[in-house]
């Protein structure tokens, strides 16, 4: 059973930073991609961030230049460094590990979420 278990949320002024950390339970090279997602009221769940197992990273157009993923393989947990927050990024921030079987079938494992709150 995979775990995922985020940290790091609050509250924080616009133009503040704050940095979420996922650990995840199992070796995090195991999946093929991870990604940090949010959800902010009354919205539809969406990427924020991404890193495949090679290393290779996306971002939505949002948080370009303000938002930054990594890994450490060797604590298997993932981060997404947050700078420069403004009051639309407020929602709850959700860790995702996704795996593909060989048949191709997409498994997606979730964190529990942490609420990032920014204020104006």
């Known amino acids: 059973q995979v775990q995922l278990v985020e940290s790091g949320g609050g509250l924080v002024q616009a133009g503040g930073s704050l940095r979420l950390s996922c650990a995840a339970s199992g070796n995090i090279n195991s999946f093929n991609a991870m990604g940090w997602y949010r959800q902010a009221p009354g919205k539809q769940r969406e990427l924020v961030a991404g890193?495949?197992?090679?290393?290779?990273?996306n971002y939505a157009d949002p948080v370009k230049g303000r938002f930054t993923i990594s890994r450490d393989n060797a604590k298997n947990t993932v981060y997404l460094q947050m700078n420069s927050l403004k009051p639309e990024d407020t929602g709850v921030y959700y860790c995702?590990?996704?795996?593909?079987?060989?048949?191709?079938?997409?498994?997606?494992?979730w964190g529990q979420g942490t609420q990032v709150t920014v204020s104006s």
């Open positions: 890193i495949s197992s090679g290393g290779g990273r």
């Open positions: 995702n590990a996704l795996r593909y079987s060989s048949g191709g079938t997409r498994y997606d494992y």
